[in-house]
């Protein structure tokens, strides 16, 4: 029977040969999840930790400190803040770096700084001595948030990019809720002892991330943009989902690093600058209309996650409580602690999703949760503070909403600010470009956490989470009207969804249509060779 089926194709030539088989019609099976992409990005992800917990362990630190040093509020509003002004010369500095030695050691130049900027501040004999300190904690923190997401985007496959590019925002609530414990864990110490072994213990994690840095590959983008080909095949293979994954990808690196297609000798000479030559001036003084609209997003994102206060909450989160009605310390530093467990909780929940449902869903969902839950905290806190005895209702609302603030951040805006801004500048761009939006976070969150005391005096409590409420709602218009999806997209072709602004719809509407326009084409003469 089968033999006569198979010389009836052979005699039958016109008989078309793209018959399918019951097979054809199973559904696609999805590749597995790349481990050793998984492995790198978690290792890449731990420099994170070393923001995290200086957020966590100042916002229970601080009061110590106070009472110990006898600071002002404007002295704690300044010691709690500059760290995030100090990492812009961290962050800055990354960007050169890390296009000079590479990815991967700069990481290392991360831990080595804020290593010594965590054995500063345990040491700390006054106020001005534990301000150097925090300068030079700062200057790290600025290396890990930058390098973090750039390496952890430049390694991932595009099928788990978003999955994996989230850990550095998931290692950084790991780190707040580690922060948080040692708070607890050490606040019976005596005060003199107790805010130094706190902020001291900060050196560990970046002993661990020195060490983890051995088992880990350069960026292949970065090996290619030194002509190294060889070496960046290698990681690629091991990198990607398939064979043919790793050679697509290799070649659109090339191409994006000016190599010619042709040339695949393991080191070749690279013509172009790599190390952030004309790079300013293509981002800010001759920008093509897309780099101005990534630039645009890259930017904003970065500002609008900050604006909306969520370093207020984490950093001022004994303060809030206080003002809800919590009076016992153990009670408001076991409710900091709830914070930290909620926002790690979802910010696990969200790296399932971002590659499943796609930035802009998650995006807008939280962004708009963001704004319901700021509001109604800024109600509730607003009643307990005009009210002249204690209103449970309003104390369990106000608690409930800083968590749900804190849920509904995590699960979009928190790890998606460094995905997308990691993800959609050109290779060319994306060391400088994904430094001057970590810049603009740590100047943002500067200036609200600085200032954030002062503020709420100014405006009352309840008050300044009505304007936390206010600009969350700004962002969540310019997010609607300006960020295209991204998932799926390999890095190359990034630059293809931008440049049309509020636009980007209608564009990307034309560019599908003119496809199924040539795929209808193509279909027409199949069935017309089939006839």
């Known amino acids: 029977m089968s033999a006569g089926l198979n010389s009836e194709r052979d005699v039958n030539p016109s008989q078309p040969t793209t018959e399918k088989t019951i097979a ?43 009472i110990d040093l006898k600071l002002s509020d404007v002295q704690v509003g300044l010691l709690v803040g500059t760290l995030n002004w100090y990492s812009l010369v961290g962050s800055a500095a990354a960007g050169v770096t890390s296009d000079w030695i590479g990815r991967r050691y700069t990481i290392v130049v991360a831990g080595a700084i804020f290593f010594a900027g965590a054995l500063l501040m345990g040491f700390s004999t006054n106020y001005a001595f534990l301000m150097v300190a925090r300068f030079v904690a700062g200057i ?19 099928s788990t990019r978003g999955f994996l590019t989230s850990f550095p925002e998931v290692f950084i609530n790991a780190g707040i809720l580690i922060g948080y414990v040692s708070n ?3 606040s019976k110490l005596p005060t003199n002892l107790g805010w130094r072994i706190m902020l001291g213990v900060g050196a560990i994690p970046s002993v661990f991330l020195a060490l983890v840095v051995i088992g880990m590959p ?80 890259g930017i904003g994102i970065h500002f609008f996650q900050q604006v909306s206060g969520i370093d207020a909450v984490v950093l001022y989160s004994t303060n809030i409580f206080e003002k809800a009605g919590i009076t016992s310390s153990d009670d408001k530093l076991l409710a900091t602690v709830a914070v930290g467990f909620t926002k790690t909780v979802f910010i696990l929940v969200a790296t399932f999703f971002l590659d499943r449902i796609g930035r802009r869903p ?19 806190l607003t009643i307990i503070d005009h009210s002249n005895e204690k209103l449970p209702w309003a104390i369990a609302l106000s ?30 761009l994306r060391a400088q470009g994904t430094g001057m939006g970590v810049a603009v976070n740590r100047v943002t969150s500067g200036v609200i956490s600085t200032t954030f005391i002062m503020l709420y005096k100014a405006i009352s409590i309840g008050g300044a989470f009505f304007l936390f409420a206010g600009f969350a709602t700004v962002a969540w218009v310019f997010f609607f009207t300006c960020f295209p999806e991204t998932r799926g997209r390999t890095l190359e072709d990034m630059e293809v ?33 089939k006839a």
């Open 218 to 297: 350069e960026s292949p983008r970065w090996l290619v943009m030194q002509g190294r080909l060889g070496d960046a095949r290698k990681v690629l293979d091991k990198t990607s989902d398939t064979k043919e994954e790793s050679q697509q990808r290799l070649s659109e690196i090339k191409e994006a690093a000016g190599i010619p297609q042709d040339c695949n000798d393991d080191v070749v000479r690279v013509q172009k600058k790599s190390h952030g030559e004309g790079v300013w001036k293509e981002l800010f003084i001759h920008p093509t209309r897309p780099v101005r609209h990534i630039l645009l997003c």
């Open 184 to 186: 607890y864990a050490f």
């Open 24 to 66: 054809d019609f199973d559904p696609v099976k999805k590749p597995k999840r790349n481990k050793f992409a998984f492995a790198c990005a978690i290792l890449a992800s731990v420099a994170s930790i070393l923001l995290g917990y200086d957020i966590g362990v100042m916002s229970g630190a601080k009061d110590y400190i106070q």
């Open 140 to 158: 790290g923190v600025g290396f890990a948030l930058m390098i973090a997401p750039v390496y952890t985007t430049e390694v991932s496959p595009a």
């Open 399 to 428: 608690i409930a909403m800083v968590l749900a603030f804190v849920a509904f951040f995590s699960i979009g805006m928190g790890p998606i600010a460094w995905v997308y801004s990691s993800e959609i500048f050109p290779l060319r």
């Open 362 to 380: 998650l995006l807008l969902s939280s962004v708009g949760g963001m704004v319901l839950s700021l509001a109604t905290l800024g109600f509730g």
């Open 497 to 529: 969804l931008f440049g049309n602004f509020i636009s980007w719809r209608s564009a990307l509407k034309d560019g599908k249509k003119e496809e199924e326009v040539h795929g209808g084409n193509d279909g027409q003469i199949q069935m017309e060779t």
